[in-house]
Nanobody, 128 residues
């Protein structure tokens, strides 16, 4: 499975950005997916999660109400729409994915070690 993020950039506070994560190499529709970010000098943190079927999403408290996650199965791409960006949103954003089986798919996956495949990251810098 290969993940490629895009859409990062430098923006002003209150601006918007849309990150994309293109997936190749395996059955996209059977994998849950997430976004994480890592600010300079800090640990990588959970940002958002979407279930394998797109029916369930979850967000960190710091981005809830400002970020929206979606996925397009035909395009094999996941999107993170980020609005009302703040300087504290600055960091490298990583998409990640893995798969679940049966009843375990009912949970929300937020831990780094619950994700097997990772992209290379895309930088988001928010000024202001």
């Amino acid at each position: 499975v290969y993940l490629v993020e895009s859409g990062g950039g430098s923006v002003q506070a209150d601006d918007s950005l849309r990150l994309s994560c293109a997936v190749s190499g395996d059955t996209f529709s059977s994998h849950y997916m997430g976004w994480f970010r890592q600010a300079p000098g800090k640990e990588r943190q959970f940002v958002a999660y979407i279930s394998w079927n797109g029916a369930k999403t979850d967000y960190s408290d710091s981005v809830k109400g400002r970020f929206t996650l979606s996925r397009d199965i035909v395009k094999r791409t996941m999107y993170l729409q980020m609005s009302r960006l703040r300087p504290e949103d600055t960091g490298v954003y990583y998409c990640a994915t893995s798969f679940c089986v049966g009843f375990e798919c009912a949970k929300v996956f937020k831990a780094i070690d619950e994700y097997t495949y990772w992209g290379q990251g895309t930088q988001v810098t928010v000024s202001g």
